[in-house]
């Protein structure tokens, strides 16, 4: 059972354009829901998260949306570079505890064209 | 700090052989795990740790042995290769809900 389903597989854009990747959850438990980016050949690296207490977060030109009704979360990446090339994970895990266990989308993988 | 390493980069192995992958944290977290990453399956958690002596199963534990003598490191090992088993292995350590990972071991199974 897929817990965290996450879309579209691939995207491409324009430099400048905002791509947007969607994740929607289904265990209601969850409370924390973090963006990882990885680059070819590294590990990921968390990126941004939200807890759902609140509907959106920003962090420089990436900002996550929340809709705890509709168990769904979404990255936006405004005035998208290059540089933003890479996959990025969605993810959902329970806070407290010792257990930091991730549960993580398939993937997108962004290429943003000059 | 050199945060969490994995060794070997890579690895090829012939299909029933044995080996263990390495991973070493720098950072004293308490929690560690194993993912493996294959094209369009995403991060499978493989195995866990909350601490030293203490492990658990993730997604997909078969053919994958683990063990926590210390805080600083998490091997993996693999028992008996099979093909199957051809992936990217990713090791991380956790503090806060932050997962923070190695740069990964490229495994090929013949």
């Known amino acids: 059972q897929q817990q965290v389903k996450q879309s579209p597989q691939s995207l491409i854009v324009q430099k400048g354009g905002i791509p947007i990747i969607n994740c929607a959850y289904e265990n209601t438990a969850f409370d924390y829901f973090p963006w990882y980016q990885q680059f070819p050949g590294k590990g990921p690296a968390l990126l941004i998260a939200i807890r759902p207490d609140v509907s959106e977060k920003k962090e420089g030109r990436f900002t996550i949306s929340f809709n705890k009704s509709a168990k769904q979360f979404s990255l936006h990446i405004m005035d998208s570079q290059p540089g933003d090339s890479a996959t990025y994970f969605c993810?959902?895990?329970?806070?407290?505890?010792?257990?930091?266990?991730?549960?993580f989308g398939k993937g997108t993988l962004l290429t943003v064209n000059p | 700090n050199a945060g969490v390493t994995q060794t070997p980069k890579f690895q090829v192995l012939k299909t029933g052989q044995s080996m263990t992958l390495q991973c070493a944290q720098d950072?004293?977290?308490?929690?560690m795990s194993w993912y493996r990453q294959d094209p369009g399956m995403g991060l499978r958690l493989i195995h866990y740790?909350?601490?030293?002596?203490?492990?658990d199963q993730g997604e997909v534990p078969n053919g994958y042995n683990v063990s926590r003598s210390t805080t600083e490191d998490f091997p993996l090992r693999l028992l008996s290769a099979a093909p199957s088993q051809t992936s990217v292995y990713f090791c991380?350590?956790?503090?806060?809900?932050?997962?923070?990972f190695g740069a990964g071991t490229r495994l090929s199974v013949l």
């Open positions: 991380a350590s956790s503090y806060k809900n932050i997962q923070y």
């Open positions: 993810a959902a895990s329970f806070q407290g505890g010792s257990n930091y266990k991730l549960t």
């Open positions: 740790s909350v601490g030293a002596g203490i492990t």
């Open positions: 950072m004293n977290h308490e929690y």
